[in-house]
């Protein structure tokens, strides 16, 4: 798999002939990395100015909100809005299921979501210890259409092109701490948000005394999220959301997103039916813990990219506010 990401480059003969080759080579590579990187350029740059136009539309949206509400219940239309009625109302008369409802920054991110099964590229950080390596070897059972890359020397920026290049449309790093799994990114592409969430609790497959625990399926799981009532709540169940594709409905696994006091539980469950109105449900793990603790508007090697949200070190003393 790293070969498909990495191709080595081509033998050549030596002599003359080998080195105007490769020279060659290296021309052409480069018009293509820098076509690729223009590329790249342009679309970030076309994402930010509709980013631009967010707000101007909301604006738009709330008039034609008000005027559809005031024609809907037979009252007069508000008097800041009467110098631009006739506009608006001819802008509500032509929308329709799909154009009545604000579009947000969010549907551009995830706009075929749903549409194609995602596909993920899970790595690690540099020189991973044994454990860490264990943790992604489960991880990458979890997540459906995913592939697991060893990092090896590759740069952050060189990893996201190569991504970038064969369309996977997310990338989760792990990161350790001691020989602990301490951290996970999950990074969207091509324009993001990318996602930074700190572990904790961490409980392996094979931390589990269980005998009887078989091998983990791999069948699309349905997803179990609940308490996520906040925006930013909704927003981190979107980005985890789409980490997996659309179940079938006999599928009998079950993997679970559970917030409680905005701590993240995660659960890997398996169930089988043993009568009429029982199952039988068993845990084939890993388990863990996450707290999200930054949320960037840009893919991971985007370092001028805005911060749509960032834990600060006060809201840690505020027992009452509940983030998610």
């Known amino acids: 798999f790293y070969s498909f990401f990495f191709p080595p480059p081509a033998t050549t003969n030596r002599g003359h002939r080998g080195s105007l080759f490769r020279a060659r080579e290296g021309v052409d590579a480069n018009k293509?990395?820098?076509?690729?990187?223009?590329?790249?350029v342009r679309l970030r740059r076309e994402y930010l100015y509709r980013k631009s136009l967010e707000g101007k539309e909301r604006a738009e949206f709330e008039k034609k909100r008000?005027?559809?509400?005031?024609?809907?219940?037979?009252?007069?239309?508000?008097?800041?809005?009467?110098?631009?009625s006739n506009s608006l109302l001819d802008g509500v008369a032509f929308d329709d299921e799909?154009?009545?409802?604000?579009?947000?920054?969010i549907d551009d991110e995830y706009a075929k979501a749903g549409i194609s099964d995602p596909k993920i590229l899970l790595t690690t950080s540099h020189n991973p210890s044994s454990r860490l390596s264990q943790f992604a070897k489960e991880l990458k059972l979890i997540f459906p259409n995913c592939q697991r890359l060893n990092r090896g020397k590759t740069q952050i920026k060189e990893l996201i092109d190569a991504a970038r290049a064969n369309e996977v449309t997310d990338v989760i790093i792990v990161h350790e701490n001691r020989g602990k799994p301490d951290g996970i990114i999950i990074s969207h592409l091509p324009y993001?948000?990318?996602?930074?969430?700190?572990?904790?609790?961490?409980?392996?497959?094979?931390?589990?005394?269980?005998?009887?625990?078989?091998?983990?399926?791999?069948?699309?799981?349905?997803?179990?999220?609940?308490?996520?009532?906040?925006?930013?709540?909704?927003?981190?169940?979107?980005?985890?959301?789409?980490?997996?594709?659309?179940?079938?409905?006999?599928?009998?696994?079950?993997?679970?997103?559970?917030?409680?006091?905005?701590?993240?539980?995660?659960?890997?469950?398996?169930?089988?039916?043993?009568?009429?109105?029982?199952?039988?449900?068993?845990?084939?793990?890993?388990r863990f813990e996450m707290k999200l603790y930054?949320?960037?508007?840009g893919t991971l090697e985007m370092r001028e990219a805005d911060d749509e949200w960032v834990l600060r070190p006060y809201m840690n003393t505020a027992r009452k506010r509940k983030i998610l």
């Open 192 to 286: 993001g948000p990318t996602a930074f969430f700190g572990l904790s609790g961490v409980i392996l497959r094979h931390d589990i005394q269980d005998r009887e625990l078989g091998p983990m399926s791999e069948a699309y799981p349905h997803l179990v999220m609940p308490h996520f009532t906040s925006k930013l709540g909704l927003r981190v169940k979107t980005i985890l959301k789409y980490l997996f594709p659309v179940p079938k409905t006999d599928s009998r696994r079950v993997i679970t997103f559970a917030n409680t006091n905005d701590q993240i539980s995660f659960r890997h469950h398996v169930y089988k039916r043993t009568g009429h109105k029982n199952i039988d449900l068993k845990e084939v793990g890993p």
């Open 294 to 297: 930054q949320i960037k508007l």
């Open 66 to 84: 008000l005027i559809r509400s005031a024609l809907d219940e037979g009252k007069m239309l508000p008097t800041e809005l009467r110098n631009e």
């Open 32 to 40: 293509k990395g820098g076509g690729m990187i223009r590329r790249n």
């Open 98 to 105: 799909r154009t009545k409802d604000m579009r947000s920054i």
